[in-house]
């Protein structure tokens, strides 16, 4: 990788302020000054830029509270992108895992770690994921039962078993419910409450496999994954690794 974009991807500042710092004979490798913005650095290597190490980090984990009105894409020629709410993150190769709707708000996991992501979004794998839905009208047993048999979705297939829980009911009618799914198919919290005749006024995600939205991260807002959710992430990898093993061809 080029010296200039080893250390635009660790943040270290935007390319061209790096590219003058680069001239100006700012930054060693391996203890000797580098004056190339394109001098190949690779693994393993020691870079610092004003005597100041920076490590590289192959892999990013970010949490975020997705508000309302961005899409979950990595570019749009015309809409703002999740990416766009982490200006300070210049690494170019970060993507959402999985979708949320434009309107969907609540967890939404950040990374440039593709096997994490085809893991924690395979359909094979089912992976829980939580939402909190604003609906406009009561959660009977009916419905519980009807998501815990798994619904029928536009007559095009059956969602697998979810787990549907009343909450609290408004003055105005409207409930709150949460709702637990091991699959991700395109609007399916929307799809499946329309299916027992209620529509999604608003929905949250707060949880995908042991990933919790931090109650104190608000909306629009992002961190790094703490080391413990990491480990968790890890262990759900090595788990599936277990149940699936490769196949020995
Ligand atoms: N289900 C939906 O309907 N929308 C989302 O954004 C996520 C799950």
Redesign the pocket.
Same mark, same amino acid.
Do not use: A, E
């Given at each position: 990788m080029r010296l200039d974009k080893y250390l635009a991807d660790m943040n270290a500042g935007t390319r061209s302020t790096l590219r003058r710092e680069i001239r100006k004979g700012l930054v060693t490798v391996d203890g000797k000054t580098v004056k190339d913005p394109a001098c190949p650095v690779g693994d393993g290597q020691e870079v610092r830029l004003n005597g100041r190490k920076i490590v590289w980090r192959a892999y990013e984990y970010y949490l975020l509270n997705k508000p309302q009105g961005v899409i979950s894409a990595t570019e749009d020629p015309r809409q703002e992108t999740v990416l766009h709410l982490l200006p300070e993150i210049r690494r170019t190769d970060l993507f959402p895992v999985g979708?949320?709707?434009k309107d969907?708000t609540g967890l939404l996991l950040i990374t440039n770690d593709g096997e994490l992501a085809h893991r924690l979004l395979s359909p094979k794998k089912h992976v829980d =994921?939580r939402?909190r839905a604003l609906i406009d009208g009561e959660v009977t047993e009916e419905m519980t039962a009807a998501f815990r048999a798994g619904l029928m979705l536009d007559g095009e297939f059956t969602a697998l078993p979810a787990e549907l829980t009343a909450g609290t009911v408004h003055p105005d009618g409207t409930a709150e419910a949460e709702v637990v799914i091991c699959e991700?198919r395109f609007?399916?919290? =929307?799809?499946m409450f329309a299916a027992v005749g209620r529509n999604?006024l608003a929905?949250t995600?707060l949880a995908m496999g042991p990933l919790s939205l931090p109650p104190e991260l608000p909306e629009g807002a992002f961190r790094e994954l703490t080391q413990e959710e990491l480990a968790a992430l890890r262990t759900l990898r090595g788990t599936e690794e277990q149940e699936e093993p490769a196949d020995p061809a």
């Open positions: 979708r949320l709707d969907t =994921k939402y991700g609007h399916q919290v =929307k799809r999604v929905l995600r």
